[in-house]
């Protein structure tokens, strides 16, 4: 498979990740690239953009907040992945795979701060989502937002 590569967005990629959109019926599962990055600049706790890359193109994008005092169901600091996506065209190749493990390796370096937890909240229809975490150690928690989205947590300390 060829290499996948995850490093921090530069503004100037930005116009590349606006590019990036997931299948029609994947639109319930994940917001927007462009609330996303939209949603980052007035984010109250610190936020990570990353793409995702194969060779010079870009297939995907994850966004990361760390959250100092976790969430209800998590004590303590813990990194959130907030958004995960790879584009449609880069499906089922094995890259979102890939790149979910190169993601959780660099959140076990504490890139923004001491955390014992990495959690994320997904929709209950999201099977090959739920398939990725699962296969990556989430647990799934009784616990959901107000989307109605299931809290799954993982410890990295
Ligand atoms: C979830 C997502 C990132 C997976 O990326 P991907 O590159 O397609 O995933 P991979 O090719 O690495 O496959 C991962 C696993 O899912 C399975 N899979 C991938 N696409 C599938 C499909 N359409 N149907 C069934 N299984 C599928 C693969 O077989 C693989 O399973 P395995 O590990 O048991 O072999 C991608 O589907 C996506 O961006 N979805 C929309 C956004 C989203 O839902 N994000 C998560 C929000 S919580």
């Known amino acids: 498979m060829d290499r996948i590569c995850l490093r921090p967005l530069r503004r100037r990629d930005h116009r590349l990740c606006l590019r990036l959109k ?3 019926t994947q639109r319930t599962f994940v917001h927007s690239t462009r609330f996303s990055l939209e949603e980052a600049k007035t984010s109250t706790v610190p936020v990570l953009l990353l793409g995702i890359w194969r060779g010079r193109r870009l297939i995907g ?11 209800p169901g998590i004590s ?7 958004r995960f996506l790879i584009d449609r065209r880069y499906q089922g190749r094995g890259y979102g795979a890939a790149a979910f493990r190169q993601l959780l390796a660099f959140l076990r370096t504490l890139p923004l701060g001491p955390a014992g937890a990495v959690f994320l909240f997904c929709n209950q229809k999201n099977t090959v989502g739920w398939n990725l975490y699962g296969v990556a150690g989430f647990r799934q928690t009784r616990i959901f937002n107000t989307l109605h989205e299931r809290l799954a947590v993982t410890c990295i300390s």
Not at 61 to 71: H, K, T
């Open 22 to 24: 997931v299948r029609n």
């Open 61 to 71: 994008f994850a966004m990361v907040r760390y959250q100092p005092c976790g969430v």
């Open 76 to 82: 303590g600091p813990a990194y959130e992945i907030a």
